[in-house]
């Protein structure tokens, strides 16, 4: 159960660190960090592994239905510090440019993001146990009708956020590719 904000805590305070290296770097070089060189490359590579542990972990673990691998609520948490804190690094590496593909996969990023805040504002609607997994409601219980429209809205929320995320990482692969291959191999 998502109890508390422990994992957006986690993400400003991380957030804060990479913008005070940002700004660090920006005053010692005098320029915006460029995307292709050095430290805007590195932003770039270090949010992209973050978003595709966002995208993998958090369902593996949902997926194995045993607690061995830890709560799924802590994963869930863990999903939401790295959905926060990847697509940030990745925005600091674009170097404030948003042409072509790669300015849309941005724009995906940022709405994939949104949607999460929105996914977790329904997901703590339903009753939970500890770990998250689903409680049953009982008959009759007054809150019934509304716990059974937050479950209608978390399913449907699934059908939007998940082939979105899907869109995502299909266009970012090939700005990666088409990037990597234009603007790092034929320098
Ligand atoms: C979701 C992840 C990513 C997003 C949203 C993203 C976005 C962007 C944006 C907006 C730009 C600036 C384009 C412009 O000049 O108008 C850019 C440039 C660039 N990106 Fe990414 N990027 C991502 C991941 C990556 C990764 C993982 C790599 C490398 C493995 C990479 C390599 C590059 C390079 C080399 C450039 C510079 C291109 C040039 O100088 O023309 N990007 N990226
Ligand atoms: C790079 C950014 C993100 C990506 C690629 C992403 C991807 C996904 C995927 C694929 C799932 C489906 C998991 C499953 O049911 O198997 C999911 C679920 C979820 N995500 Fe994200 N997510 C991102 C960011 C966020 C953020 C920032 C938040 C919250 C602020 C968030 C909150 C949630 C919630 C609440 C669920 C539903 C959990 C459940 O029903 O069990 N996500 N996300």
């Not at 292709?36 to 590579?45: D, P, V």
């Not at 194995?64 to 609520?73: A, E, H, K, L, V």
């Amino acid at each position: 159960m998502l109890r508390d904000n422990k994992e957006l805590w986690w993400a400003i305070i991380a957030s804060i660190l990479i913008t005070a290296f940002y700004a660090l770097i920006m005053s010692v070089t005098g320029k915006i960090p460029a995307a292709g060189e050095l430290f805007g490359h590195s932003l770039g590579i270090l949010g992209f592994v973050l978003m595709i542990l966002t995208e993998t972990l958090y369902s593996l673990r949902k997926r194995s239905r045993s607690t061995r691998w830890g709560r799924m609520s802590d994963w869930l948490q863990f999903h939401i510090f790295t959905g926060l804190v990847g697509p940030y690094m990745v925005f600091l590496h674009t170097s404030w440019k948003f042409n072509g593909l790669a300015g849309a996969v941005t724009l995906m990023t940022f709405v994939v993001v949104l949607s999460g805040f929105i996914g977790r504002y329904i997901y703590t609607r339903i009753p939970r146990t500890a770990d998250g997994i689903e409680m049953d409601t009982p008959m009759g219980d007054a809150q019934a009708a509304a716990i059974a429209n937050a479950r209608r809205l978390m399913a449907l929320w699934h059908t939007v956020h998940i082939p979105l995320g899907m869109a995502l990482f299909t266009a970012a692969f090939v700005h990666i590719g088409g990037a990597l291959y234009y603007a790092t191999f034929l320098k």
